[in-house]
């Protein structure tokens, strides 16, 4: 489980980070499956969310993602990530996947936030603003 971090802190985290000598930025894609073998009000909120540089470049820093947060209005999902890969065999992101959010939207603008974690264990937190839920069926 991660760890809960004041939602204010979550609001003010910064849209890209500096991780060794490369700016990183979070690029969300969250969706709700309502597909006909899914429940009348669809499943819950899944979030793929890939740490990459801007301009596309390969992955020069080490790090990892420890923890993530959905951040609707005034309620936060905190959730659970796993399922981690690098794009290979030139690293050009840092992909983890978060499932069984809530059932918010779809058509929902939400921020979303990463911890990444370096290896001498300092941390910091990456948002992405304004992301929309989408909806598949």
Known sequence: ?????????????PTSVM???????LVPSLW???QPVSPPDGKPL??????QAPD???????????GAWV??????WTATVGEEKLASP????????ARDGPKWGPNVSVDVV???????????????????IRRTD
């Not at 204010?8 to 985290?13: I, K, R, T, V």
């Not at 991780?19 to 930025?25: E, K, S």
């Not at 951040?71 to 936060?76: D, K, L, R």
């Not at 030139?90 to 996947?97: I, Q, T």
């Open 114 to 132: 990463v911890r990444i974690r370096e290896p001498s264990g300092s941390s910091q937190l990456l948002r992405a603003a304004a992301q929309l």
């Open 46 to 51: 899944v979030a793929v969310l890939r740490v």
């Open 32 to 34: 709700r499956d309502f």
């Open 1 to 13: 489980m991660t760890a809960s971090v004041p939602t204010g802190d979550l609001q003010a985290a």
């Open 56 to 66: 596309g470049a390969a992955l020069a820093a080490t790090f990892h993602v420890d």
């Open 71 to 76: 951040i609707n209005g005034a309620e936060v």
């Open 19 to 25: 991780v060794g000598r490369q700016t990183l930025v």
């Open 90 to 97: 030139s690293p050009v992101y840092y992909e983890v996947v």
